[in-house]
């Protein structure tokens, strides 16, 4: 067994691959639910007719699966590219027609732990639902997990905006266990309706037991605020309130807003490279605090992670003095402070808050406002954490411009300062300040790249690293633009790879914990 790896004990249910309407109970009606995660209560239901279940994991090695299953073991199992929506004969759902939308009871779930689904299909009708990891798996980006049993579906109630929060109310329409063989990682339910329209519902599975070197966080609290559902002209992002609810599906085709163009290609990259990783989202940061991290070498972001509570920070302030070393693959992140509330059923974490104006937000506490971190009365730059915090949007694309070239980040790259990467630059751009705060770590510059901004003006995109008194490192690649350039789905440039790969294999030793047959960065990886 791989250290970082702990064995889990099999999950002893009935029920661990079942996909119930009605819980685990064949003796349950489909309107009832486990009061732990659901709204409704259990009622009378005849026995005759067992509860509906989807077929188990898909088998490949019996080897590998009957050992605990690292990230290059799970990779190594038969993928597929039918997680990809819309393929010939099958169209994605919209808005606006609604034929096919759902959402998730949590953003994440623990392994041996109950799953709820909210599903409406429009008109009424049958649906079925596939359940992919999203990974590398040869090239396929995923592998289907369970799926095809078709379930009896109905189209729900309308969701009320109150107070300015759209919530919705489902009924449950499934409710499974995660397996204890599946792999922490991300996960993607593909809805499609007996009129072949699809959507999808996304959620992270953890694994709260795993003590892998890399721990990546996906920032769903960002991927809320920008969410815009339903996109038929009533839908309302954190851009247009001040309160939006997890209790709702995400636009257009389920999936959040950018996870295609920073997630996804670089959970697959990691993944194809051989890194042991372990899954989170921001919610569990919120929740779990720095015991969270306490338990990895390096917490990953690659999204655009934009949305922070206080619980966020202080955990990920607390995680690098106690030596967990953090790795920020973008820009513009904990810009914002926001902050999670119950929602309407008093479930908790329910809705992010942010009213980004001191005075409109009834928050008593000064110092939880939800205003720009560096603002008052918070003033809290998120440089102090950082290095360098977000500045402006870049018109285009502008070539990364080496500076630092002395540091191991560079090694093995061939890049001298004042070479460049072209187009690595793009979206939103970070730097240090001009006078730097007093509390501001000192960071070594590792790039420096003059840049248009959307406004007509010059700016200048400053990648920085430090390392705090702990022995932990901080990096901020202050580009939208990283994650692209090492998409292994494109041309991924081994430059940027390697630059990558130094980061990740310095701050969390993680040589250690590849496999022999991961990829070497010396040259472009092979498939």
């Not at 590998?64 to 190594?76: F, K």
Request: with cysteine.
């Amino acid at each position: 067994m791989r250290k970082g790896l702990m064995r889990r004990a099999p999950v002893a249910s009935a029920c661990v691959l079942a996909i119930v309407v009605a819980g685990c109970s064949a003796t349950a009606s489909p309107a009832s639910l486990s009061p732990a995660v659901g709204r409704r209560t259990a009622s009378p239901a005849p026995t005759a007719s067992p509860a509906p279940t989807l077929p188990g994991p898909v088998a490949t090695d019996p080897a590998i699966i009957a050992a605990e299953p690292t990230i290059v073991d799970e990779n190594l199992r038969a993928g597929s590219s039918d997680w990809r929506m819309g393929g010939a004969g099958y169209q994605v759902g919209t808005d606006i027609g609604a034929e096919i939308k759902g959402y998730a009871s949590e953003a994440s779930v623990n392994v041996g732990q109950p799953i709820t689904l909210f599903v409406s299909v429009a008109p009424a009708q049958q649906f079925k639902i596939d359940i992919y990891r999203l990974g590398w798996y040869g090239g396929t980006g995923g592998r289907l997990m369970t799926g095809g049993t078709w379930l009896p579906g109905a189209t729900q109630d309308a969701c009320p905006i109150e107070a300015g929060l759209r919530s919705c109310d489902w009924k449950p329409s499934i409710r499974f266990t995660i397996p204890g063989s599946w792999v922490s990682g991300i996960y993607l339910a593909i809805l499609t309706n007996e009129r072949h329209f699809q959507n999808a519902v996304h959620f992270v599975v953890r694994d709260d037991a795993s003590t892998s070197p890399l721990l990546y966080v996906q920032p769903v609290t960002t991927y809320q605020a920008y969410n815009p559902w339903p996109r038929d002209g009533s839908g309302r992002s954190l851009y247009a309130t001040t309160r939006v609810s997890f209790d709702r599906p995400y636009a257009d085709d389920g999936i959040a807003r950018s996870f295609f163009d920073f997630e996804q290609p670089f959970v697959a990259w990691l993944e194809r490279a051989g890194y042991q990783v372990s899954y989170a989202t921001s919610i569990d940061l919120h929740q779990q605090g720095a015991a969270l991290l306490r338990r990895h070498r390096v917490m990953v972001t690659a999204g655009h992670d934009e949305y922070w509570t206080a619980e966020m920070r202080v955990a990920a302030t607390s995680g690098l003095a106690n030596g967990t070393s953090l790795a920020f693959f973008s820009a513009n992140n904990m810009y914002w402070q926001a902050r999670l509330e119950a929602g309407p059923d008093g479930r908790a974490d329910r809705v992010l808050v942010c009213y980004r104006t001191e005075t409109l937000d009834p928050e008593p506490s000064p110092v939880l406002k939800t205003v720009r971190w560096r603002d008052a009365p918070v003033s809290l730059p998120e440089l102090n954490l950082l290095g360098a915090e977000y500045t402006n949007m870049v018109a285009g694309r502008a070539p990364w411009v080496v500076a630092g070239d002395s540091s191991w980040v560079y090694q093995g790259t061939g890049l001298s300062n004042g070479q460049s990467i072209a187009d690595l630059v793009w979206g939103e751009s970070d730097r240090p300040q001009s006078p730097t705060p007093a509390a501001a770590p000192k960071a070594t510059v590792l790039s420096d790249s003059p840049f248009q901004t959307h406004y007509g003006q010059t700016d200048r995109s400053q990648a920085v690293l430090y390392q705090a008194r702990s022995g932990a490192w901080v990096f901020n690649a202050s580009t939208f633009g990283w994650t692209g350039a090492i998409n292994p789905f494109g041309q991924p440039d081994p430059r940027v790879e390697r630059m990558t790969a130094n980061l990740l294999d310095r701050m969390g030793s993680a040589t250690a914990h590849r496999s022999d047959a991961a990829m070497r960065f010396a040259t472009r990886m092979g498939p």
